[in-house]
C-alpha cells in the first residue's frame, strides 16, 4: 500500500470517526399542533371539546410543565375519548428522554407497543435518532405525525439557529438573546438574562426546551 493511500484512508476514518463523535442536532418536532402553552383563547374555543370555561381553565393553568398537568385540566371536563380527538390539534411536546409512560399514552394512536419502542431508544441526541429509531416501525407519514408530539432538549451553548427557532413561539428577536448570553453556566442564569425580554410564564415555558451541556 502507498504512503498516499494510507493517509487517505486514515484521513477518512479520522473523518467519519468525528462524524460519529459529533452530537446530532437536538430539536422539537414540526407540526399544525397548537402548543398548550401558547395557544390564545380564540384559537382553542376553534377546538373539538372547548367552551368558553375549559379555555379560561387551560389557560389559568399556565405555564404547564408537562401534558399530564393539561390532561388533568382537560379531564374534569371531557371524557378519553373527547380528550383523544382534542390532542389530535392541540399538544404540549413531550420530552423523548423524560416523559413517563402515561404522558407518552396521551398521544393519540400510540399504545403499549409504540410507547415501549420510544423508551427503548433513550437517551436520544435528536430528532434524528428518533426519525432512524422509530422508523423502523411505522413510515413516513406516520413519523412525521409522532414527530409533532415530542422533542428533545436543545443545549443552550451549542444549538443552532435553527434548532433554537424550532422551539414552538420562538422568533429572531429572542434567537438572539439566546445566544447573546453564552456560555451559560447554570440555568438560574438563563433564568436572569432571558428574564430580562419576557415574564416568569413565558421564561418557564422556554425553559422545558433547553438544557445546559446535555444535562
Same mark, same amino acid.
Given at each position: 500500500?502507498?504512503?498516499?493511500?494510507?493517509? &487517505?484512508?486514515?484521513?477518512?476514518?479520522?473523518?467519519?470517526?468525528?462524524?460519529? $463523535?459529533?452530537?446530532?442536532? /437536538?430539536?422539537?418536532?414540526?407540526?399544525?399542533?397548537?402548543? /398548550?402553552?401558547?395557544?390564545?383563547?380564540?384559537?382553542?374555543?376553534?377546538?373539538?371539546?372547548? !367552551?368558553?370555561?375549559?379555555?379560561?381553565? @387551560?389557560?389559568?393553568?399556565?405555564?404547564?410543565?408537562?401534558?399530564?398537568?393539561? !390532561?388533568?385540566?382537560?379531564?374534569? *371536563?371531557?371524557?378519553? $375519548?373527547?380528550?383523544?380527538?382534542?390532542?389530535?390539534?392541540? %399538544?404540549?411536546?413531550?420530552?423523548?428522554?423524560?416523559?413517563?409512560?402515561?404522558? @407518552?399514552?396521551?398521544?393519540?394512536?400510540?399504545?403499549?407497543?409504540?410507547?415501549?419502542?420510544?423508551?427503548?431508544?433513550?437517551?436520544?441526541?435528536?430528532?434524528?435518532?428518533?426519525?432512524?429509531?422509530?422508523?423502523?416501525?411505522?413510515?413516513?407519514?406516520?413519523?412525521?405525525?409522532?414527530?409533532?408530539? &415530542?422533542?428533545?432538549?436543545? !443545549?443552550?451553548?451549542?444549538? #443552532?439557529?435553527?434548532?433554537?427557532? #424550532?422551539?414552538?413561539?420562538?422568533?429572531? *428577536?429572542?434567537?438572539?438573546? %439566546?445566544?447573546?448570553?453564552?456560555?451559560?453556566?447554570?440555568?438560574?442564569? %438563563?433564568?436572569?438574562?432571558?428574564?430580562?425580554?419576557?415574564?416568569?410564564?413565558? &421564561? $418557564?415555558?422556554?425553559? *422545558?426546551?433547553? &438544557?445546559?451541556?446535555?444535562?
Amino acid at each position: 500500500m502507498t504512503r498516499t493511500n494510507t493517509a &487517505v484512508r486514515f484521513g477518512t476514518a479520522l473523518f467519519l470517526l468525528t462524524l460519529a $463523535a459529533a452530537p446530532a442536532g /437536538a430539536q422539537v418536532g414540526k407540526g399544525d399542533l397548537l402548543e /398548550a402553552n401558547l395557544a390564545t383563547k380564540e384559537q382553542l374555543l376553534a377546538l373539538p371539546g372547548v !367552551d368558553e370555561a375549559l379555555a379560561d381553565a @387551560i389557560i389559568e393553568g399556565r405555564p404547564y410543565a408537562n401534558m399530564l398537568e393539561v !390532561d388533568r385540566v382537560i379531564a374534569a *371536563r371531557l371524557d378519553e $375519548a373527547q380528550r383523544t380527538e382534542l390532542y389530535k390539534r392541540f %399538544f404540549l411536546p413531550i420530552n423523548l428522554n423524560t416523559a413517563t409512560a402515561e404522558e @407518552i399514552l396521551l398521544i393519540p394512536g400510540v399504545g403499549p407497543r409504540m410507547r415501549h419502542e420510544f423508551e427503548e431508544y433513550r437517551p436520544y441526541a435528536g430528532l434524528a435518532e428518533f426519525h432512524r429509531e422509530i422508523g423502523k416501525y411505522v413510515d413516513d407519514d406516520e413519523l412525521a405525525r409522532l414527530e409533532q408530539y &415530542v422533542f428533545v432538549p436543545i !443545549d443552550l451553548n451549542t444549538a #443552532s439557529d435553527e434548532d433554537i427557532l #424550532s422551539i414552538p413561539g420562538l422568533g429572531r *428577536r429572542m434567537l438572539h438573546e %439566546f445566544k447573546e448570553y453564552r456560555p451559560y453556566r447554570a440555568i438560574e442564569q %438563563f433564568h436572569r438574562e432571558i428574564g430580562k425580554y419576557v415574564d416568569d410564564v413565558e &421564561v $418557564a415555558r422556554l425553559e *422545558r426546551y433547553v &438544557v445546559i451541556g446535555g444535562a
